[in-house]
């Protein structure tokens, strides 16, 4: 393989384009009060969770149907104005930040549950819908949609990031999940990819082809989803091991053995300091598996003793159980609180976020020796992974006003990111490729296969304005 330069992605290229004075008097002349060039709201638009500090686009438009999405495009198309969907700005790696200047679409406005299928187990809704309003509005049906990726992000930039979380292990990611779009392409287009049928042979899979792609292709303006009827029973756990290797060996046993547990989280004894600080609880301060079973109460009962058999092989002890929604609640929520918990360990720093994503038999070879790497920096870091399906994450805390520590930074994201792809793992298992890791898709895809992204590319979005700068450079 061929090695990233080391710190190409320090700092985006940015590229502002000239946006014409015309094209922003027709956006006025369209959209009225829905469109903004107020720096406050276009300041809020310009930035996410990474660490980059790149100018704000030119204006913000609120849609508010699709009609609006294939207006707005439609005018920037005309005018070669690129154009970013905002969904509520959760990512992670520069997503929706304007390297090229140009307007962001914010879809928080189209926020409807059109259609419940129940007896199809499907559901449609628009791209501002979120996870935790679109489990609100099918509860009642007994069904439940299951990608948890920790923030309550919108189905949209779920779809575009093709995100996964928590539930992966057992119920898939968004790849999985998403049966079919209505996508606004970059001439204004309003075209529609799947069915509602579990299965089709028809033509190509653009459904797949717009899940992640990250923006760069279209705005999705509607999303058909796979729903699943809420577990007859539900019971969570929590498990101490001694050290990270137990745990994950752990882990690696349960997976091989087939248990189908729903979701396996790793907390290392550092991060679980910081959510008890953050959180109020009571954990044991030492390296924790956090876990969940679905199914009737005989086959959770018995997943759950297999589970603790395995874990005591292991040095497991402490086993502890959070039965009532209220328990399990109380546990998810410290867990997906773990990356503002560990901001607030170390006042005024960022944190440099990065996930990896490796076949189960090689996650304890991963992580243990990026584990000794980052410890040996002496850089803080907070330490989490959905390693049920071999994917964790680093969040390296860094101060801000010295560079230095964001160089440490880079550089054990630089390792982590080679010794997954050299045990034939993945450089982001989750939060896409964005800015951050451009040159490690070249690294993990090949330059031949990341031409033919680039054909794709320039097919659907000739004029480079759906996104652009994202994912791989043209």
């Known amino acids: 393989m061929n090695a990233p330069t080391a710190h190409n992605h320090l700092a985006p290229q940015i590229q502002q384009r000239t946006v014409p004075a015309e094209f922003l008097a027709e956006l006025q002349v369209r959209f009225g009060a829905q469109c903004s060039t107020a720096l406050v709201v276009r300041e809020q638009h310009g930035?996410?969770?990474?660490v980059y500090e790149v100018p704000p686009p030119v204006a913000v438009v609120f849609a508010e149907s699709t009609q609006d999405v294939a207006d707005a495009v439609a005018l920037a198309a005309r005018h070669r104005v690129p154009v970013i969907p905002f969904g509520v700005g959760s990512s992670l790696e520069g997503h929706l930040l304007a390297v090229q200047g140009g307007i962001s679409i914010d879809v928080s406005r189209m926020n409807k549950v059109l259609s419940i299928n129940a007896e199809d187990l499907t559901v449609t809704v628009q791209p501002g819908v979120t996870r935790k309003a679109l489990n609100e509005a099918v509860k009642s049906e007994g069904l439940f949609f299951p990608i948890d990726p920790g923030a309550d992000a919108s189905i949209g930039g779920m779809s575009a990031t093709r995100a996964s979380g928590t539930n992966a292990v057992r119920y898939g990611t968004m790849r999985e999940n998403v049966l079919a779009l209505e996508v606004v392409t970059a001439r204004g287009e309003v075209i529609r990819t799947g069915t509602r049928a579990k299965k089709s042979s028809a033509g190509y899979d653009l459904t797949r082809l717009m899940v992640g792609s990250e923006g760069t292709?279209?705005?999705?303006?509607?999303?058909t989803l796979k729903l699943y009827p809420l577990p007859e029973a539900i019971s969570a756990a929590t498990c101490s091991f001694p050290t990270i290797e137990?745990?994950?060996?752990?882990?690696?046993?349960?997976?091989?053995?087939?248990?189908?547990i729903a979701r396996c989280e790793l907390i290392d004894h550092n991060t679980v300091r910081m959510v008890n600080a953050h959180s109020k609880l009571g954990l044991r301060e030492e390296?924790?598996?956090l876990m969940e079973f679905h199914g009737s109460p005989a086959s959770v009962k018995e997943q759950a003793e297999t589970v603790q058999e395995?874990?005591?092989?292991?040095?497991g002890n402490a086993f502890e159980w959070a039965v009532t929604p209220e328990e399990r609640t109380r546990?998810?929520?410290?867990?997906?609180?773990?990356?503002?918990?560990?901001?607030?360990?170390?006042?005024?720093?960022r944190a440099i976020s990065t996930d990896t994503c490796v076949p189960i038999s090689r996650l304890a070879d991963c992580l243990l020796d990026s584990v000794s790497e980052a410890d040996a920096a002496g850089l803080p870091y907070f330490l989490v992974g959905h390693v049920g399906d071999g994917n964790f994450h680093f969040g390296?805390?860094?101060?801000?006003?010295k560079p230095e520590e964001h160089t440490l930074a880079e550089e054990l994201n630089h390792k982590?990111?080679?010794?997954?792809?050299?045990?034939?793992?993945?450089?982001?298992?989750e939060h896409g490729v964005g800015l951050h890791k451009m040159d490690f898709l070249v690294t993990e895809a090949g330059a031949g296969a990341v031409d033919m992204m680039r054909t794709i590319k320039r097919a659907l979005d000739p004029d480079n304005i759906m996104n652009p700068g994202k994912i791989f450079s043209l």
């Open 287 to 289: 390296n924790m598996l």
């Open 47 to 50: 930035r996410d969770e990474s």
């Open 217 to 223: 292709l279209g705005v999705m303006t509607e999303i």
């Open 246 to 260: 137990a745990a994950v060996r752990t882990v690696i046993q349960v997976i091989q053995l087939g248990v189908p």
């Open 331 to 349: 546990l998810w929520t410290a867990r997906h609180n773990a990356y503002f918990a560990a901001i607030q360990s170390k006042p005024g720093c």
């Open 310 to 315: 395995i874990a005591r092989e292991f040095g």
């Open 416 to 429: 982590l990111v080679a010794r997954a792809l050299s045990l034939e793992g993945t450089c982001t298992g």
């Open 396 to 401: 390296y805390l860094i101060d801000p006003n």
